[in-house]
């Protein structure tokens, strides 16, 4: 395991709103044979704090840290043999946290033989400064997916996102945050794609995105989808076990009602069309203002809850409470 960064490796974030591309996204990049990508590092958002910036994580925190890892679902999720990792970390009296960061994913990309690690964990767009401040080097890749697609493919995955309105917000929300961010970066450090660029032209936009982070580009990466089965679980789409279908694009135009397609429009047209995405501008009856303020009243809250105790189970769980959730089935290994 690399104790010192590589500079001549800097690692690579894929940010995105979910649903938008970015586990696609992911896996071709970890197709590569130098870059490795785990599964999301959703259990790292309690770790990465200010404090640590200029402090080193001290052995009180080290203890507590090494066993929330040893009993994370979802570093579970990684799915490889985390024990020399686990290992090192025990023995350290202190460390500063980017040596954290990157030995915790060096640990990872070193068990896929590769020399480059990156990043696929949407709910960290809060900690990008952070990130940033840490990794200065990094390379950032914003993929952006139609609002109303990214809509009509949570709510498959997760009935509790069928809330036209308060997806549309969040949506919102979160292209502001990464927005936000990329521009405090120099332009070799970052660089945004539209998921439906990378289905219509897979080879000429991944050849971009390899040029951007300074990597070969090579022809195994559209062929990810055969190793699929290794990298995540069956709580994904379908479809990320299958070749890139540029058909699997503007599903929105028959699954959304009219009324869904009418206050998605209207509450986000500026970012669609910011992004480059056609709509068509209907007005808004009195009963469609009626929909949009009944929707909000209903699942804004339940959204700021679920966000909220989300945030409090994991500072329960690196406190010493064992964390029972998980987003979904562990992958295969390469010998099952």
Not at 61 to 88: G, T
Not at 148 to 173: A, C, G, I, T
Not at 303 to 332: C, D, Y
């Given at each position: 395991?690399?104790?010192?960064?590589?500079?001549?490796?800097?690692?690579?974030?894929?940010?995105?709103?979910?649903?938008?591309?970015?586990?696609?996204?992911?896996?071709?990049?970890?197709?590569?044979?130098?870059?490795?990508?785990?599964?999301?590092?959703?259990?790292?958002?309690?770790?990465?704090?200010?404090?640590?910036?200029?402090?080193?994580?001290?052995?009180?925190?080290?203890?507590?840290?090494?066993?929330?890892?040893?009993?994370?679902?979802?570093?579970?999720?990684?799915?490889?043999?985390?024990?020399?990792?686990?290992?090192?970390?025990?023995?350290?009296?202190?460390?500063?946290?980017?040596?954290?960061?990157?030995?915790?994913?060096?640990?990872?990309?070193?068990?896929?033989?590769?020399?480059?690690?990156?990043?696929?964990?949407?709910?960290?767009?809060?900690?990008?400064?952070?990130?940033?401040?840490?990794?200065?080097?990094?390379?950032?890749?914003?993929?952006?997916?139609?609002?109303?697609?990214?809509?009509?493919?949570?709510?498959?995955?997760?009935?509790?996102?069928?809330?036209?309105?308060?997806?549309?917000?969040?949506?919102?929300?979160?292209?502001?945050?990464?927005?936000?961010?990329?521009?405090?970066?120099?332009?070799?450090s970052k660089y945004t794609i539209r998921y439906e660029d990378l289905l219509i032209e897979p080879e000429e936009t991944v050849m971009k995105i390899c040029n951007f982070i300074?990597?070969?580009?090579?022809?195994?990466?559209?062929?990810?989808?055969?190793?699929?089965?290794?990298?995540?679980?069956?709580?994904?789409?379908?479809?990320?076990?299958?070749?890139?279908?540029?058909?699997?694009?503007?599903?929105?135009?028959?699954?959304?009602?009219?009324?869904?397609?009418?206050?998605?429009?209207?509450?986000?047209?500026?970012?669609?069309?910011?992004?480059?995405?056609?709509?068509?501008?209907?007005?808004?009856?009195?009963?469609?203002?009626?929909?949009?303020?009944?929707?909000?009243?209903?699942?804004?809250?339940?959204?700021?809850?679920?966000?909220?105790?989300?945030?409090?189970?994991?500072?329960?769980?690196?406190?010493?409470?064992?964390?029972?959730?998980?987003?979904?089935?562990?992958?295969?290994?390469?010998?099952?």
């Open positions: 395991m690399q104790d010192k960064l590589n500079e001549q490796n800097p690692p690579v974030f894929i940010l995105g709103v979910q649903r938008s591309g970015t586990t696609l996204l992911r896996l071709i990049l970890n197709s590569h044979s130098h870059i490795a990508i785990p599964e999301e590092a959703e259990f790292l958002r309690p770790i990465i704090k200010k404090k640590y910036l200029y402090n080193e994580i001290s052995k009180k925190d080290l203890k507590k840290i090494y066993n929330y890892l040893k009993n994370s679902p979802y570093y579970a999720l990684w799915n490889y043999d985390s024990s020399k990792f686990l290992n090192w970390l025990e023995k350290q009296s202190s460390i500063p946290l980017r040596e954290f960061i990157h030995n915790l994913f060096m640990s990872y990309a070193e068990s896929e033989s590769k020399i480059r690690w990156g990043d696929k964990t949407p709910s960290l767009f809060r900690k990008l400064r952070l990130l940033y401040k840490l990794f200065p080097s990094a390379k950032f890749i914003h993929i952006v997916r139609d609002g109303r697609d990214v809509f009509d493919s949570w709510r498959k995955l997760d009935p509790s996102k069928n809330n036209v309105v308060v997806v549309s917000l969040e949506w919102q929300y979160k292209l502001y945050k990464i927005e936000n961010f990329l521009k405090i970066l120099p332009e070799n300074e990597m070969e580009f090579e022809s195994r990466m559209l062929n990810f989808y055969m190793q699929s089965k290794y990298y995540i679980g069956n709580h994904h789409s379908s479809l990320i076990f299958q070749p890139i279908n540029p058909g699997n694009l503007f599903k929105w135009k028959k699954n959304l009602t009219e009324t869904e397609l009418k206050v998605f429009n209207y509450l986000a047209g500026n970012y669609l069309r910011k992004y480059g995405y056609q709509i068509a501008s209907k007005k808004m009856s009195f009963n469609d203002y009626a929909y949009v303020f009944k929707k909000v009243l209903k699942g804004l809250p339940v959204r700021i809850f679920g966000v909220l105790k989300a945030n409090m189970l994991l500072r329960k769980a690196i406190a010493g409470s064992k964390v029972m959730f998980l987003h979904g089935e562990k992958p295969k290994t390469k010998n099952s």
